[in-house]
Each structure stands twice: as structure tokens, then as C-alpha cells.
């Protein structure tokens, strides 16, 4: 099955219009690791995508950590002493530092100043800041903001509740013909921020859309989760699942202009980097591929080494190394249609080659067969000419069930498509089986 | 035993004569894949080396293929309605598509044109065509030519028979010490093209000459055969002797003066691979190490997955890449004896490191022996002085039993006869005796 | 134990300023392989280390050597036929080639100047020359120094011994928690040459000193030994001590201004060799990582293949590559203060990742431990905060028990330092534990 056939036979302005769209109905709810704003995504998520939800209980102990009590808020705002609201949480939810405690108060400037913070060097941003384990309340502005604000009393208000309830996090689970899984993790704790991470949201969405109705060869698990805490709470409830994981992708920053990064797995020769960086060269102009650190995002704790799953990290811009990164200007105009459309022809690519890697056995070994009485130069215009020609008699030349065709694309240097289309017609042409173990491959018993 | 030496002994430009006069006697002779071309090219090879010719029947099946039908040709022509031979197969046997059907017919120019076949590029070149697999016939003529052809009627003649005949192929094996063998291959199928291979014929033919006289560690086989069909025929036929090639090489477009090129084998790690891209980083100016490929030549059938048979390719020019391949302007010219003659040294040099490349034990392991009082910081002349003393050092730090002399070359950036001679030297003085299981490999017992 | 914080305690002019003196004291001595110059040596060192001196009786059998007649030399001069001492021992001990046999007579120039080495390119310095192995005598003397010689009779004297006596050589062992042992080891043959190597000789005695207060996890042996001949007859004494190296280091040339070149063992990938090129790659602004090649010093001996010690070679400028090696440009201006107390600081850090390259295992291996409650995004000032942090991270994610600090550093490209600096926090903390098998790097169970 070629999954990124399924995806090109769609418009590609409409699938990115579509992704965008998504992202802006996303865009105004205020997440946080816990509470409403979460449960109102996944809600939305679950109209496009089969969705499980699951509440942990705050105090929950998981691993070494313990889930935090539940945020909500409903309004904040600063008024200065003629009334006006110049600062107000309806404008964006990033006027709030996350996990505010409740404050209603009048002060002086000079004792709301150290609640307040601002970005000097993009004086119209406004940054994002949380105070997940310290209990704090404050807001953020544009530094413009700030500098206009006179001496004198501000009535202050943040109504928000951090109280006992719920961490929440979703899961779609698309069940394949092993039980070998396929991991794609988000994090969905940002508020408006579109490229972190509203663009991964997105598109491990739409990915999941595509894959739903196909035939699959392993067993799909998204998770839309809180940064860190989540995955924590996710691998502490899920020990079985788990080990089950063949490969991972954490999914975020996918709608910028910037070229593509993948980050290794902790292993850093796992098929999944393997496979991410085949695509990335043939798929993308230029790429980088970069090794596993232990910062970043979910992969820290999907790699820890008491777990040390295959996962890496895709993104087109690194975190932190774009200055729009958690301000407001990560907004809907920093991620494009096209650009968010190119990320999930990416992570299609991933899963297709993931899907189709297989080891065949040439039937023919002794010399080359005889491509000619059987037809098989001819093109099948997947390919110039020569290089699909090419492409099978390096198939035939590796399949000796020691090569997988990721093995043989990365050998040859040709694309994995090319590759994969010159084995399935070389098996059709009974020159090629497939190794005992991998039954599960046999495409040609998937309904088409 | 120097191989080296031998021929070095030999005035070089006398070597070359030699090469490229035998080239030049078997040039007019057309060649193709089956037909008395091919028994008069061996036995012209059989006069200067002990060669056995085997005809393999039409029709015998060899794994995936059939023996195809015996091509002849005495004559072929095109006369204009004057009666002049406007093309005339005894100027060239390019003239003639290699296993043209027999015709004899009067036709229209119109209707003669498909048949006909020029390089517009090359105006004064004949191009050179086959159709082994599908019966036609066809006349290859430089564009020129086919330019002042006129309209009207033309007799067509190719007196040529396609018939139940036999394949034919010739080998020489040279008795070694060792059952092991080490295969020299080339095609010898091609009509009047002088680097295609003309250059591998009287390379391989030279080199037979060097060794026949020679007490051999391995025993040698040579290979003139059709491509392709032949290899995959003597493959079909030698299961067992397939089993003993220890290293092989596949000669062709050693005439030229283009750099040295060696392809790996599939292993691409194989002693001959070490062997072949040491003698040419140290033997030649300038050189090009290419990793295996499924196409090229009769590597092709040694390597596939049912043999992978450590057998690689050498070359000068690579095919395809140079633009005389396969047209009239591969002739007598575009060979030179100088550039035969250091191809024949260099398949010296790599047979050398081959039939030299033992593992010896340091008899006095525990710390440096006192080389003084052996007087073997002495010169013998093989090499600049500190070069000589310092192989001698490193001959006795590596033969820990582990390091073959190719090991200790390569890990010393020293020549393989610099560290030959200083082993010799070494174990003349007693300082080091072979590995067990290499008493083959015992230079003292052998005949000078 | 951070032995280098115990290095950087003291001023570091005072260190290199001490280590030029101990230099300056030995410099005036006139050593060679025996005699009583290596025993006036070794009595010296004895001031500042322990020190045990061994004594081989001449014509003793060590493996393919004999211990040699001892030299030792009184008085030497030639005197022209005014009796002025136109050359004169008294000067400088590189006057005499050592070894030479005592001689006394008058000759005229003619028969003299066999016997008169100097150096024609370097006319105001004079060569160092030994004749171990090859009875002899011979002068060295500065080009110009001959060029006013005039034609005459000279009165030669050497007033030398060359009888049968001992070899001699020191040995400072450090006993630490473990027998396995790491090996210091310089050669004291040389008569007045500053760089090489009475820097090799100072530096090890220094680090002798610094570590012998100090908790050890490995044995410490130094040798001052003569070079080649010292090696072999040590290697020959303690077949068993040599079991127990586990690594080792030869020091020499460490004075002059070059840049570090660390000569890796003969296994190339020994913990040694990665320790020294992590040092050298963190520690200095630029240096050079040499292949194992069998010449230089005392590494051939315990690199030869009977041994294959873990042993390099540390030096600044490599021997022979500087103009002063072997003359008595090689003088106390040509090593300074501060590059002998560099060279120190380099030794310590080799030995403080040695004693302090663990393996731990992560406590809290499943995801994450949570680091803010515990209060570990503190910094302690051992580096950068973000490195810090950093450093942290790595440790918890890669102490599996498969990975050494040293791994870790070398992942993480942070120093060594900042690694182990993290690791005592974290281990503080709770959060690490050592292997199985490391029960003697526990750090703190040794005396601060």
C-alpha cells in the first residue's frame, strides 16, 4: 500500500488549507498541562479522529513525579485607576502566566511590576511563560504595553482555580495486523502558540485521518499529551504498551518556513532514524539530521534509559532557535498551509517506508534472472527510466534476505519508493519472496 | 617469489609492444557472443598460454537462460543502384548489428532507414549495436555516410546464419599450490573495439604468461568469455570450482589513458578489494576506488546474491563514461602500449599482494629483538633506507599472528613489497615464522 | 578527588618555577645509560619522592638483550700543541660521544677528525652522539669551534671507565585501592638536554608528588629508567607487575613551547588513548592526536606484541621534529616555567579522568527524575549553568551501566569535569548509584 500515493491523490493546497484551518479553530483555547483548554481540544481533535480520553487524578504518583492539581481560568485582567482594562485576558491567553493563582487586589505599579514581564528586544511580543511547580501569579505584555503604564493603584485580577481534578490527555489507537506499535506524540499544553505546537497537533491529526481507513502493518498509537507530565503519566499507566513500540516520532514545530531537523533516538541507529533521515534527503531540499541530547521534548522521557524507546524528534525549526518561539508572534501567520502540508507529506513518507520495509528473498539467486523475456525493462513510470532499471537489479542483487529494502535504498541511493516499486513488480513477476516473519508484509493480501 | 621483479625484468616498453601487437592481430576478427570469431580469438590466446575451449550446445539451459542459437556472418553490403558497396562489412565488422538476421533484398532508401544506425554527435563514428535477444538485422554507418546517401534503391546483403550451434568459451588454469583459486575474467565477445575489450584479452592473456612459469600459492583461472551469457554459462557448469575463487577480477578498458579505476565486489571489503585499492594508491599517480554496483560487467553474475563471490573490476576509463565506448573510435589508436603495459603491472602487483599475504608470528615477542648485533639495520635496497628499518619495526610489532602483511602495509602506509622485503628479511634471521595454516605460503620451498 | 583542584590550590608560576629548578639541578649531570650520572640522578628525584633503585649486573640476559658494560667518564679534552683545552668536558658533558672508550694520546688534526662531530647547518651548537653498542670515542664540538682548529698535534684524553658493573633504575610506586596499576614512565639517559628529557623526568616527579598524599583508586608506578635498554631489562624483571598495567603513560619533550601531541598505545582505543585525546581536546588550544607507530621511546617496548600495554606517549613538540632535539640547543631556555607546569596540569587531568571514569546507574531510570524539587537546577559553580544542567541530563540518561563518565563526556561534548562534577551531585542527591564492580571508585569512602 502506498500511503503517500492516498496522500497525493488529494490537492495539496486543500490538504494544508484544511491543516491550517484546524490550527485556527485551535488557536484561541487556553491549554495548560491541566484543565479545560485541554479537554476542549481533544474534543475538537475527536471529531476528525477516533479519541480516548483519560483523567488522572491529581496526587496521582507517577514515577518520580506526582500529577499536579488542575488549572482553570476564566478571566484576568489589569485596570488601571480611570478603569480601562490594559491588560486583558480576553485579547490572548498569553497575558497570563500559566497556572496563575487566583489574585483580585489593587496595587501600586511599583508592586505590580515584578508580576509583570515583557520581551525588551521585541518590544510588540508578548512572551509565554508558565509556573507549573511554583505557586505564582503574573502577567505578560508587549514591552510597548508597559512602557505607557503610569505611576499609580491598577486593579488586578486573575479568576482562575488550581484545585484538585484531572490531568487529561487523548489517545487514538489505529489497530494494524500486529500488535507492534507505531508511537506519534504531541504535546498539547501550549495556549496560542500556533508552530509549538498547534502545527504538531495538526498534523499528527490529518496523519491519523489518512491512516485510519488503510490496511496497516503495524498498530498506530497517537497521543495529544502534556509536555512532559504527560508523557510521565502516559508511560507510568501503559508499562505494556510501551514495550510494544517499534519506532516513534514526537511531532512539533512543523508549520514554520524553516528546513527540516529530525533528532535521533537515544539508540541513534534505530529504523526509525534510519528511515527519517532516507526521507529527509530524498524528500527535502536540504535537511539536517541531528543526534539525540537529552533535552527537547517527550523523546527526553521516551528515551530515558530505563525505557529507551526508538523515538525521535521531528521538526522544521529547532526549538529555541527561532526568536518567535514562545511569544506571540507564534502565531498564525508564522505557519503556512504549504509548509504544514510538506511537514505531513514527511511524516507519510516515514510511516510508508516503516510500513513497506521488508527483506525479500531473490528466487533467481544464481546470476541475474532474465529481465528481458519477462518484460521487465519496461518502465512502470514511477521513475526515469534508468533508474527504475536500476533499482531492480539491485533489488535482486541484495534480496537475500540479510537487506531489508530500506537497507538496499540506502545502498543504492535511490529513493525508498524506487525501490519498493521495483520489488513489488519484481514479485509479481515471481522473482521475489518475502522472508519467513515478515507474512504481515504481504501487501498483496491488504485490500487495496 | 617477486612477481614484480619478473616482469620488471622485462624492458616494459617491450611489454607494451607485445600487448598491444597481440591486440592489433586479433582486432579485425568479428567477434560476438557465439560463432568461429570467438574460436579464432582463443586460438589465437592458445598459442601463447595453455588454454581449454568448452562449447556449450544451444538450447542447454543455464539457471534463468537459454544457450541462444550460433551467429556467422561471411559477408554483408549495401550497394547503391550503381553497384557500389556504399557500406561494406570488410572495411569493418561494426558495419553488421551483431546477430543481424540473413537478408538479401532490394528496398528504397525510405525503407531501409529503420535499419540503419549513426552517431549524429560523432559524424565520423560508427556506432556499435547487438540484438542477441530479438531477431533483426540492421548496418551501423558513421553519419556522414548516411548523409550522401541518395534516394533510391539499394541492395541489402548480410550473409549471415543464426543457427543450433554451440556457445564457446576458453579458460586456462594454472595449478597452484593451493586448491584455492583466484579467477581473472574478461569478455571477449566484442568485434573490432580495441579497449572493449581487446585491453582485457592481452592484459589477462600477459598475465597468464607471468604466472604459468611461477611456483603459485593459489591456483589461477582465466576466463574468455562471452559477457554475460558466457559467465552465467561457466558459472551454470562450475558449481564446485565456484566454491574455491578465493578473490577474482573482472579486466576490461585497460588500454586507455584514462586514470585507474577499481569497483569493489559486493562484500566490499574482500582481501582483493584491500589488495586491488593498495597497489593502486601506491602504483599509480592518481586512482578511483568505486563501490560495487549491480551493472557493469560479468561482476555482475559473480556477484549475485546466490555466488557473492568476492570478485571486483578493473578498469581504467569506466564504460559509458568515456565517448569512443562502444564505437569505431575504440580502435587500435585509442589503446597505447604504455598505458597496456601499467595495467599489466598493476594486476601484477595486486596478484602479488595475493599470493605474499601471509601472517607471521614474532618469534621474540617481549619487547624490541636486538636488531644490531643482526646487522639488520642494514639496506637492502628495496627502499629508501628509513623506510626499509621502519617496516622492519613494524613487521615485528604487528605479526602477532593476527596482522596479515596487507594489515601491517596498510596500518603503516608503507608499500606491500616494502613490508614484504622486510618480513623476508625478518625471517631469514629468524625473527619470524608463519602462522600455522599457512605453510602454503612457505617462499623458501619454492623453486626460484 | 579532584586532583586537579589540588593542582590549581597552588600558583601555578610557583609550580612550573619549581619544576624549571629541579630541571636546572639535574641539567649539569652527565648521564647515559649506566653509571654513576643515573645514580647522582635517581638521588636527586629520592629528595622529592620515594624512590627504589634497582641494579642489573652487566652481561645479565633480558629477553633478546644483555645488560651492558657500565660507562662512566672522569675528565675529557684535547688540547692543541700550545696546551690550550681547546675542547673541554668541563664545558659541557655533550662534548664526549657517551660510551666512549677512554683514550689518551697526541695525533695530528688529520687523524683526529674522524673521531670530531659537529653540526655544519648549526655552527654554534654542538651535537649529542652515543656509541652504545660499537666500541668508540669521539668528540662533538660546535662547527665554528673546529673551523678554527689549525693543523698540529692534539692532546686527546678521555679519562673513562667502560667495565662491568650495573644499569640502573628508579622506581616510585603508589600504592592505591586496587593493584591494578597505571605506569608513568620517563628516560633518564640523556646528559645535559633540557627538553629531552629532563622535562619528563621533572614532570613525572611532580606528578609523583601530587599524587602520593591523595586516596587512590589505581597503583601508581613510576620508572626513571634509560631508555630502550631500561624498558626491556624492567619488562624482563616484572613480567608479573606488567600484568597488572592497566594504563600507562610515557613522558618526554614536555618543556618546549610546542603545542600537545599525545601518541596513542598500539591498541588505539584504549581508555588511555581516549582520556588523553579528551584531555588534550578540552584542555589545550590546540593539539594533535598521533597513530601508534613502532619508533619513538620507551612505548615500543610496552607496545611490543608480547606486552600490547595500554601505554602512549605524551609529549609537547614530537622528537626529532625540532631543530634543538640531540644538541646542546636543547638547553634550559628552551623549556619554560609555564610549559613545564602546563604539561603537569595536562598528566593530572589524565590521571583525574582515569581515577574518576565510573559507571553509574540511574536510580530513576523510567522518564525523568523530577530535578526541581530536589533542588538540582542549582548551580554549583563547576561550570556554566546551562552546562551544568546539561551535564546532568546526560548523566541520568546515558548511566545505564554500560556507560562510562568518559562515555558520557565524549557523547555529550562536555569536559570530563563538568561530567563528574554532575554525577557527585546527582549521587548526592540519591538519584545514581555505582556498578557492580566499582565498589573502589566510591569516592566517598576516600579521605578528602
Partial sequence: ???????????????????????????????????????????????????????????????????????????????????????????????????????????????????????????????YRTSYYEENWGFC????????????????????????????????????QSTDEVLISCHSCHPSLANDNLSGITVATALAQLLAPSDLRYSYRFLFIPGTIGAIAWLARNADEAKR?????????????GEFHYKKSRRGDAEIDRAAAHVLHHCSKSSEILEFSPYGYDER?????????????????????????????????????????????????????????????????????QLGRRNLYRSIGGAAVPEEISARLWVLNLSDGQHSLLDIAERSGLPFGTIRDAADLLREGGLLSLTAGFELLDRNQIRP
Fill in 1 to 127: 500500500m502506498d500511503l503517500l500515493k492516498a496522500l497525493e491523490n488529494r490537492e495539496l493546497t486543500q490538504v494544508g488549507d484544511d491543516l491550517h484551518r484546524f490550527a485556527a479553530d485551535l488557536y484561541p483555547i487556553c491549554r495548560s498541562i491541566t484543565g479545560d483548554g485541554v479537554r476542549r481540544t481533544l474534543s475538537e481533535i475527536r471529531k476528525l479522529i477516533p479519541l480516548q480520553t483519560t483523567e488522572v487524578p491529581t496526587g496521582t504518583r507517577i514515577f518520580d513525579w506526582t500529577v499536579p492539581k488542575e488549572w482553570n481560568i476564566r478571566e484576568a485582567y489589569i485596570k488601571d485607576s480611570a478603569g480601562n482594562r490594559v491588560v486583558d485576558f480576553q485579547q490572548t491567553n498569553l497575558h497570563v502566566i500559566s497556572y496563575s493563582t487566583p489574585v483580585h487586589a489593587t496595587m501600586p505599579l511599583s508592586e505590580l511590576k515584578p508580576h509583570l514581564f515583557t520581551l525588551p528586544d521585541h518590544p510588540n511580543w508578548i512572551p
Fill in 141 to 176: 505584555l508587549s514591552h510597548d504595553q508597559l512602557l505607557v503604564l503610569e505611576d499609580g493603584d491598577y486593579e488586578v485580577c486573575i479568576d482562575s482555580t488550581l484545585e484538585d481534578g484531572h490531568l487529561t490527555y487523548g489517545e487514538c489507537y489505529l489497530p494494524g
Fill in 245 to 257: 513500540i517499534r519506532h516513534g516520532l514526537v511531532l512539533t514545530c512543523l508549520g514554520d518556513r
Fill in 301 to 369: 522521557q521516551y528515551c530515558s534509559p530505563g525505557f529507551n524507546l526508538p523515538v525521535g524528534c521531528l521538526m522544521r525549526s529547532v526549538w529555541g532557535s527561532f526568536p518567535e518561539y514562545h511569544t506571540s508572534a507564534d502565531d498564525l501567520n508564522f505557519i503556512q498551509p504549504g509548509q504544514l502540508a510538506e511537514s505531513l507529506r514527511v511524516c507519510t513518507a516515514v510511516v510508508d517506508v516503516l510500513e513497506n520495509n521488508c527483506h525479500y528473498c531473490n528466487q533467481n539467486p544464481y546470476c541475474e534472472p
